[in-house]
């Protein structure tokens, strides 16, 4: 089968298309054929050697894809030659907190990810796939989709009339705001550009800052959250951003730490987490239980989608991952299965 790996050294030029054995399922386990796959900043860390530098090669990049189950191990109950799944992101995280395991288990590094025509899962590490959605839809909710669901609904716990705060329009960064709309939420998004800003009100952002005119684009925040503050900042910036998303949050509001796009050392006003008892909640993706819950809410609110900014050819990953990286994209960039 065709897979591709970084192989040697990390660098999109150590991005090769390989051939592997076609993997068969042991007890428990099933065989998907991919089908679509996305790709997510993680990705591009990933393959560059700046997410874990000490990673083992050769490894499969990528972690969210969607397939349809071709073979069963002895002993699988959960699924059914023929069903569309998705493996999740941390193969062995299925519910409450995140533990070591969780961090060494998730795919595209440390265990080999998506962007291969077969991949085998244990049938406890895979969610069957909502109906309505198309592969390329689906393929971009095992990370980017699951930690939204995890920042808004199981720790942001937001609820109608709150107002959230998203920062960029990347992948996470929609899917939140979509989400935040759906429970009910007022949401003010940021961007780097007017273009995409428009974009976002189209999807129905209430506010828009453009956050490369607007130094002080957390106050401003704040002042249209009534000067009270808004509840909920998703945080993808990290230490460049920190300091205005701790001026937009209303007293005992949360940050919700996701990204470091821009830095990840920081030398933030402490002052203004403890004397206004911010929450600031560090997020890793979700578990199976936030995938199903989250694909409950798509399945029951249709018009739900996640944002496919443009597909790309299996045997073209490095030009998709150059795309992500150029920032141009509004939403997922997805490539799919060969
Ligand atoms: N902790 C977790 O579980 C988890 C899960 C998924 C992702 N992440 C992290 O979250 C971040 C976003 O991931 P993603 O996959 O959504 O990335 P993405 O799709 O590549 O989105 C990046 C977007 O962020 C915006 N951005 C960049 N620098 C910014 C800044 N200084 N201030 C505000 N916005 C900025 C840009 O939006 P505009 O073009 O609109 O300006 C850019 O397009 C990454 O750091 C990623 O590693 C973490």
């Not at 936030?290 to 399945?299: P, Q």
Request: proline residues 5%.
């Amino acid at each position: 089968m065709r897979a591709w790996e970084i192989q040697g050294s990390f660098g999109l030029d150590h991005l090769r298309l390989t051939d592997r054995p076609e993997p068969r399922p042991g007890p428990g386990q099933l065989t998907v054929r991919l089908t679509a796959a996305s790709i997510n900043y993680r990705d591009l860390l990933m393959v560059r050697g700046i997410y874990n530098p000490r990673q083992k090669l050769p490894l499969v990049p990528c972690s969210d894809g969607v397939g349809v189950v071709v073979e069963l191990g002895p002993g699988v109950r959960r699924f059914a030659v023929g069903d569309r799944v998705s493996p999740i992101f941390s193969q062995s995280w299925l519910e409450g907190p995140p533990d070591r395991r969780a961090e060494r288990t998730t795919l595209g590094g440390p265990l080999d990810g998506v962007m291969q025509e077969y991949l085998v899962v244990h049938e406890d590490s895979a969610v069957a796939v909502p109906e309505h959605l198309s592969d390329d839809e689906a393929a971009c909710l095992p990370c980017a989709g699951v930690t939204a669901w995890r920042t808004v609904v199981t720790e942001g716990r937001v609820t109608a009339g709150d107002t959230v705060l998203t920062l960029g329009t990347g992948g996470v960064s929609l899917l939140a705001m979509q989400l935040a709309r759906l429970q009910g939420a007022r949401v003010i998004i940021t961007s780097s550009s007017d273009d995409k800003l428009t974009r976002a009100s189209e999807l129905g952002a209430h506010h828009t800052i453009n956050y490369r005119q607007v130094e002080r684009w957390g106050k401003q925040a704040a002042r249209i959250a009534g000067d009270r503050g808004v509840d909920l900042v998703v945080e993808v910036g990290g230490a460049g951003t920190l300091d205005e998303s701790l001026r937009a949050v209303r007293v005992g509001g949360t940050v919700a730490l996701i990204g470091v796009l821009a830095g990840a050392r920081s030398d933030v006003a402490l002052t203004r987490i403890l004397m206004h008892s911010v929450r600031v909640q560090g997020i890793f993706v979700g578990n199976r239980a936030d995938f199903e819950a989250l694909n409950r809410a798509l399945s029951l609110h249709t018009d739900v989608r996640p944002i496919v900014d443009r597909v790309f050819d299996f045997a073209t990953l490095p030009k998709a991952l150059r795309y992500l990286a150029s920032g141009q994209h509004f939403g997922k960039v997805v490539v799919r299965a060969p």
